[in-house]
């Protein structure tokens, strides 16, 4: 998910380089005031070492700014790839994965905001680690590979430790991302909760607040855990200083003029050395946040017919054929319930009523007509094509679904503010007392169930595409205007020219239709023409 190019590992490293002689310059001119090295007593040093200090620091904002610009770039740029990530990715990942995935895949992206300074802290700290080292080095290689080997055994009790808690940062991962899906209960069913007091008890004790014990608890391990850790490399650090100033003078290996260097370079580079051990947190998250993006990437996977979908400008539609169409929501085991075998031919201006049980696939062929399921077999001809006939497809489709819903903000490319057309429409949807303007925020307030699909089949119209999909539109409509939503909307509807085809159960009005299409166990078991009300209420039920 996160790849350093070329180019970005050599800005590092021309940034890394001549920051660390130059940071190392500092520590060697400490070194030696401090051990009465006369050549650096002189006036001119403090002039050279403010230098050196005035040039690191320059050099540090010009990197940082470098720095924290490509990350943010890749951060930003990765969240608007997770976006279209969801927007295009098939409608049945969205209903298997959930929309907690899209929360904490973003969740998991922030994560590298950390990113500038963990690589800025890594890059110095080991640097000045390795010229700190070769300084050591430099008076006394005996006592250098001693304390090298002093510090990496307290690096390695801290490493061990932390790599075991990758598996439990996860788990951590996995907590939240279950308490973002009961925050989605409750937003999305909070009249529901409020009708049931065991329902919302049940919620509370039995999923939320055992969940957020359980994160609290291992949260609260994990944070101890690394706070205990890091207390290892400051007082490891200690033990390394106590064999400096007392084991290897008494054994003759340091000479005692080397003490005072060898202390000033072990508490110069304790920061480097605390840099990188606290730092492998931050790595950790790194793997766990970057392991779940590539997962919720190829869960959310594009398919090839979603990417680049062919649109033709101005599509006359004439007829739309379905040909041996099923859809298997198990590809493995189509014993379970399935669309299919749908044979259909839907031709321009015909008004369709499509009706059935609960459970009838009324809704699966809806999905597979608009093009949100792509058919399992068989084939789907617009005007007698079937090849890439996709995005045709959803561009001649205006719906108004069951769950409907109402945008934030306006994302077509109409217009409504001074719009005739859709002030006409208010006043035959009778919206035009409780829509006072023609404002998109007064067109995007809170409406009633029955309000709102009636502002839905609005801007459906506003489309201006030849078929129009009503799913359950009727309803949530009160008897008096579901019978004019029969009566005067949809002849209205059929004189504009439009292919109506609606989903519902009002036989009092099928009459109205041209064709009545009934669903039973995933397949069409009747295909009546309208002739009388009496005639096809008879065909229908026998």
Same mark, same amino acid.
């Given at each position: ?26 520590? @060697? ?144 991962? $996995?907590?939240?991302?279950?308490? @973002? ?10 009249? $529901?909760? *409020? ?10 004790? *039995? ?16 944070? @101890? ?59 950790? #998250? ?5 392991? #779940? ?7 959310? *996977? ?32 189509? $014993? ?13 201006? %015909? ?27 068989? %084939? ?46 208010? %006043?035959?949807? *009778? ?55 029969? $009566? ?55």
């Amino acid at each position: 998910m996160i790849r350093l190019k070329i180019k970005n590992i050599v800005y590092i490293i021309l940034y890394a380089l001549p920051n660390t002689i130059l940071s190392f310059g500092i520590v @060697y001119i400490i070194n030696n005031v401090l051990s009465g090295n006369q050549a650096f007593l002189g006036d001119h040093m403090g002039i050279v070492f403010l230098a050196l200090i005035g040039y690191t620091y320059l050099l540090n904002i010009v990197f940082q700014k470098w720095l924290n610009k490509f990350a943010f770039d890749v951060l930003y740029d990765n969240e608007k790839k997770i976006f279209n990530q969801i927007l295009s990715a098939p409608m049945r990942s969205l209903e298997r994965f959930g929309s907690k995935r899209f929360l904490t895949a973003v969740e998991d992206l922030r994560t590298f905001s950390q990113l500038p300074y963990t690589v800025t802290h890594t890059v110095n700290s080991v640097l000045m680690l390795v010229l700190c080292l070769v300084y050591m080095f430099s008076l006394s290689s005996i006592s250098a590979l001693i304390v090298i080997g002093l510090i990496a055994i307290v690096a390695a009790c801290y490493f061990v430790v932390i790599n075991s808690m990758s598996s439990q940062v996860s788990t951590l991962r $996995e907590y939240n991302e279950d308490y @973002y899906q009961y925050v989605g209960d409750v937003i999305d069913g909070f009249q $529901e909760l *409020k009708l049931s007091f065991f329902r919302r008890t049940n919620l509370m004790n *039995k999923f939320l607040v055992p969940n957020r014990d359980l994160a609290k608890k291992l949260d609260f391990k994990i944070s @101890y855990i690394f706070l205990s850790v890091n207390l290892i490399s400051q007082y490891g650090l200690y033990v390394v200083i106590a064999v400096i100033l007392f084991v290897l003078p008494g054994m003759g290996i340091l000479p005692r003029a080397d003490v005072i260097s060898y202390v000033v370079i072990i508490m110069f580079v304790s920061g480097p050395i605390n840099n990188l051990i606290n730092l492998q947190q931050m790595y950790t #998250r790194f793997i766990v946040a970057n392991s #779940r993006i590539n997962r919720f990437l190829n869960d959310f *996977k594009l398919l090839a017919n979603d990417v680049n979908l062919e649109v033709t400008e101005s599509l006359e539609f004439e007829s739309l054929v379905f040909k041996d169409v099923y859809f298997y929501y198990d590809e493995e085991n189509k $014993e379970s319930f399935a669309l299919g075998p749908i044979n259909l031919e839907i031709k321009k201006g %015909e008004t369709i009523f499509i009706v059935g049980g609960n459970g009838s696939g009324k809704s699966t062929f809806i999905n597979a007509l608009t093009g949100i399921y792509d058919p399992s077999m068989g %084939e789907i001809a617009l005007n007698g094509k079937t090849e890439n006939i996709k995005g045709d497809l959803q561009n001649i489709i205006s719906s108004v679904f069951t769950q409907n819903h109402i945008f934030s903000n306006n994302y077509d490319n109409y217009k409504i503010e001074g719009n005739t057309f859709y002030n006409e429409w208010l %006043e035959i949807m *009778k919206l035009k007392e409780v829509v006072a303007d023609d404002k998109e925020e007064s067109a995007r307030r809170g409406f009633s169930k029955g309000q709102s699909k009636r502002m839905s089949l609005i801007f459906a119209l506003l489309e201006e595409k030849p078929i129009i999909v009503l799913d359950e539109w009727a309803a949530d409509q009160d008897p008096q205007f579901r019978k004019y939503f029969y $009566e005067e909307l949809i002849p209205k509807l059929q004189e504009m020219g439009k292919t109506i085809i609606a989903v519902t159960h009002d036989d009092a009005y099928f009459h109205n239709a041209n064709r009545i299409i009934k669903f039973d166990y995933g397949q069409i078991v009747r295909d009546v023409p309208v002739i009388s009300r009496q005639e096809l209420t008879e065909s229908l039920w026998q």
